[in-house]
Nanobody
């Protein structure tokens, strides 16, 4: 499976972006799908995740501003990012994994988000 991330760009603080992560085949059997980010000089961190049961989790820093969603008909995971802050500047990576039978763990190539003040 190949994951293609898109939607990154430059935006002013307070603006919005929507990231998309499209898989080359069905990901409906995934256990967990998520978005991570890595800012310069920092470790990669989990920003948002959604389980196969639809449970969504967010890091404290983005809670209330970001929304993760899926469209299995399009093999796509989205991250809607609103009220962006300069601290959100990072490369964003999508991840899909299956932790039971026929396990897999795939990463997208990353898309850069730059938020200016």
């Amino acid at each position: 499976v190949q994951l293609q991330a898109s939607g990154g760009g430059s935006v002013q603080a307070g603006g919005s972006l929507r990231l998309s992560c499209t898989a080359s085949r069905s990901i409906s059997g995934s256990t967990l799908m998520g978005w991570y980010r890595q800012a310069p000089g920092k470790q990669r961190e989990l920003v948002a995740s959604i389980s196969s049961g639809g449970t969504k989790k967010y890091s404290d820093s983005v809670e209330g501003r970001f929304t993760i969603s899926t469209d299995f008909a399009k093999n796509t995971v989205y991250l809607q990012m609103d009220s962006l802050e300069p601290e959100d500047t990072a490369v964003y990576y999508c991840n899909v994994r299956r932790t039971i039978v026929s396990r897999y763990d795939y990463w997208g190539q990353g898309t850069l988000v730059t938020v200016s003040s």
